[in-house]
């Protein structure tokens, strides 16, 4: 009996605002926008953090705050690097 590893299709709704985002970053990365998605769920998969059951709504608020202030550093970054290096 074979075990078929292929990548399952899985449609995913998500504001236009966030998809712009990851856009920007699969952009930056030279990834496609599902690959830049699977790449972010690994991350987040292989991080260890603790899934939102195991936390408080304070803690999840700073969560998502932190996150969110993280995600926008590393995209500010990334258009500032390509930016410099379109411009040499």
Known sequence: MTTDNRPVPFSLRIEPTMREKIE?????NSRSVNSQIVWMLDAYLDSGLPSFEEVDEPTKEEFKKIAREV???????MVKEKLAKANQ
Not at 24 to 28: P, V
Request: net charge negative.
């Open 24 to 28: 920007s970053l699969a952009r930056a």
């Open 71 to 77: 995600f926008e550093e590393e995209v500010r970054q």
